[in-house]
């Protein structure tokens, strides 16, 4: 069975930092591609930043040059780095992949921006 745990969440002041991590279990991670999507309270989930099999990111323009989507599939782990926080980034961030038709998504963690 597939299986997304992320972590990494919390509370930061805005302009700080955060990793989020997700660890990929029951399937083979490196031929898949990643996202990392977030749902603001209120709002719908929106993606934030994918990467391929081959390592081909793309990003939301609300992040664009501030996270950083990454891969490490001896660790069968996905990443994000965000670097200068906003308000509006305060969410819960959720991992997801696709293993052929269908999606599975991680339990979420929450990260608040506020000072």
């Known amino acids: 069975q597939v299986q997304l745990v992320e972590s990494g969440g919390g509370l930061v002041q805005p302009g700080g930092s955060l990793r989020l991590s997700c660890v990929v279990s029951?399937?083979?991670?490196?031929?898949?591609?990643m996202g990392w999507h977030r749902q603001a309270p209120g709002k719908q989930r929106e993606l934030v930043a994918r990467?391929?099999?081959?390592?081909?990111?793309n990003y939301a323009d609300s992040v664009k040059g501030r996270f950083t989507i990454s891969r490490d599939n001896a660790k069968n782990t996905v990443y994000l780095q965000m670097n200068s926080l906003k308000a509006e980034g305060t969410a819960v961030y959720y991992c997801?992949?696709?293993?052929?038709?269908?999606?599975?998504w991680g339990q979420g963690t929450q990260v608040t921006v506020s000072s």
């Open positions: 990467i391929t099999s081959s390592g081909s990111t």
């Open positions: 997801k992949t696709a293993v052929g038709y269908v999606n599975y």
């Open positions: 029951g399937t083979i991670f490196s031929i898949y591609a």
